[in-house]
């Protein structure tokens, strides 16, 4: 069944009440994870009301509910998109045979293992960004930031039903260590990488949810063609959630370029650093750090485990369904990128182990269409400098270009030539330090900060004035 229970502890439409245990489990968990919103959530604004979204049901239209409310009273559900009964398993050995409901003890270890590594990165980016309130641009952005965060608290919260339902004690500890493991944190860290490093700014915040919560879109997106159901079911719901946050990161990088290309004209120069602003070339090395370290999140280029989980069904390609081939891919070979005697070249491998390029590749041709609407902008007003994503060599320290220096355009360097470069293709201290000077909180309904444009609207049919935190 899955009517919504909006009203229960713990809103949710996969039948809690009908399981006392469970129940119980998870609103034991509820405490800790409001401990961990009060201590490592937002550091500040952190009992204003804040005009949110919420999530009350799946359906088709209405699945969402706009109100002021206060952070921690934020009502965390767990909801899974409608099953569908005759859904068949469409990729990989088991294909076409029905999905599966409960957990086959072969796979037990690698779904438990696929649910944690994605569980953890949504905790982690509340905490990678817990002080950015203090210096929203505006009011508006600064709800933006706390709806990402609510949701990606959601996010844990689906992951951690999924981690107590299906897999007991191991779950439960699971679970638990979501809450343990930190951002940054020496001892303890989050799982990848990437989670571990502060998003100090709000040009950062904005190529995080452009870029990041994009690999993540992605990820979800694969883990949403899984064989077993409630997995899949719950990533196409977090999926719908996801998208304001692919908007909030593309409409905010929009917004920059905006801003840069008007003060550009103001001032009849390119460098308006003086004048308060951004300048593109600074945009650039931005684009590509986030982007570069965000292609490490997809894993080398060649993977076993991947290739295990698409012949086991647990983790497809990006939609699965759509693709015409066998979704079996026994036979099939793909080119990989390599770097073979000093020189960038290709190697061809089958394509189940090239999985993780796969899906890197669906990732890039996606990140693409930001850059071409920014560039449009740029035209638009008469500027011909253009923005590009970097070779999917430069800056990479996963894979097959780890240990190699390539440049933004593609070209193998030697060591000397990337310090000597290095400075005209990543943000310097400087220059971090000018964005850093241009972070003051704006709080003053429908003010915006000296280096972004306003949003084009706002949020739900609300004015750009309206008070969407309360101070
Ligand atoms: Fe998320
Ligand atoms: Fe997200």
């Known amino acids: 069944m899955s009517s919504v229970d909006i009203d229960a502890k713990i809103p949710n439409n996969v039948d809690l009440a009908g399981d006392r245990r469970l129940q119980r489990a998870l609103e034991q968990w509820q405490p800790k994870?409001?401990?961990?919103?009060?201590?490592?959530?937002?550091?500040?604004?952190?009992?204003n009301q804040v005009y949110l979204r919420t999530a009350i049901n799946v359906g088709r239209d209405g699945w969402a509910n706009f109100d002021h409310v206060e952070m921690p009273d934020y009502r965390w559900g767990v909801f899974l998109a409608e099953q569908d009964p005759d859904r068949t398993i469409a990729f990989g050995e088991h294909k076409g045979l029905?999905?599966?409901?409960?957990?086959?003890?072969?796979?037990?270890?690698?779904l438990r293992r696929l649910i944690v590594v994605q569980g953890d990165t949504e905790p982690a980016s509340v905490e990678q960004q817990r002080h950015l309130s203090l210096t929203a641009p505006s009011l508006y952005d600064m709800r933006n930031l706390f709806q990402v965060n609510v949701e990606e608290g959601r996010h844990l919260w689906a992951m951690v039903y999924l981690l107590h339902r299906y897999?007991?004690?191991?779950?439960?500890?699971?679970?638990?260590?979501?809450?343990?493991?930190?951002?940054?944190?020496?001892d303890n860290p989050r799982i990848l990488g990437a989670f571990n490093e502060e998003t100090p700014d709000w040009l950062s915040f904005f190529m995080f949810t452009y870029f990041t919560d994009r690999d993540g879109k992605y990820q979800l997106a694969s883990l949403r063609e899984s064989a077993f159901d409630p997995l899949s079911r719950t990533c196409d719901f977090m999926l719908k959630e996801e998208a304001y946050h692919m908007f909030?990161?593309?409409?905010g990088v929009g917004r920059v370029v905006q801003r840069t290309v008007e003060l550009m004209h103001q001032h009849d120069t390119d460098d308006i650093h003086q004048y308060g602003g951004i300048n593109l070339d600074l945009l650039q090395k931005y684009i590509n750090f986030h982007y570069s370290v965000s292609l490490?999140?997809?894993?080398?280029?060649?993977?076993?485990?991947?290739?295990?989980?698409?012949?086991?069904?647990?983790?497809?390609?990006?939609?699965?369904?759509?693709?015409?081939?066998?979704?079996?891919?026994?036979n099939a070979t793909r080119?990989?990128?390599?770097?073979?005697?000093?020189?960038?070249?290709?190697?061809?491998?089958?394509?189940?182990?090239a999985l993780n390029e796969t899906l890197r590749e669906d990732y890039t041709q996606d990140c693409r269409k930001g850059l071409e609407r920014w560039n449009r902008a740029l035209a638009a007003s008469g500027i011909d400098t253009k923005l590009e994503l970097p070779h999917i060599g430069f800056n990479r320290q996963v894979g097959a270009f780890s240990g190699y220096e390539v440049s933004p355009r593609g070209r193998l360097v030697d060591d000397d030539q990337w310090a000597k470069q290095v400075d005209s293709w990543l943000p310097t201290d400087g220059e971090r330090a000018h964005v850093t000077s241009l972070m003051r909180g704006v709080t003053e309904p429908g003010k915006m900060a000296s280096w972004v444009a306003p949003p084009a609207q706002g949020i739900h049919q609300q004015p750009l004035d309206y008070d969407y935190v309360r101070t």
């Open 98 to 110: 029905p999905a599966w409901q409960e957990v086959p003890g072969e796979y037990r270890s690698e």
């Open 248 to 251: 909030v990161g593309a409409s």
């Open 335 to 353: 080119l990989v990128p390599s770097v073979e005697d000093g020189v960038i070249s290709q190697r061809e491998v089958s394509q189940l182990v």
């Open 33 to 47: 994870f409001i401990r961990w919103w009060e201590d490592l959530g937002p550091s500040a604004f952190k009992r």
């Open 296 to 330: 490490d999140l997809f894993g080398a280029e060649t993977s076993t485990n991947a290739a295990n989980y698409f012949g086991a069904g647990l983790k497809g390609r990006y939609q699965e369904e759509g693709r015409d081939d066998d979704h079996v891919l026994a």
């Open 167 to 186: 897999f007991g004690r191991d779950g439960r500890d699971d679970a638990d260590e979501m809450l343990e493991r930190h951002s940054g944190d020496p």
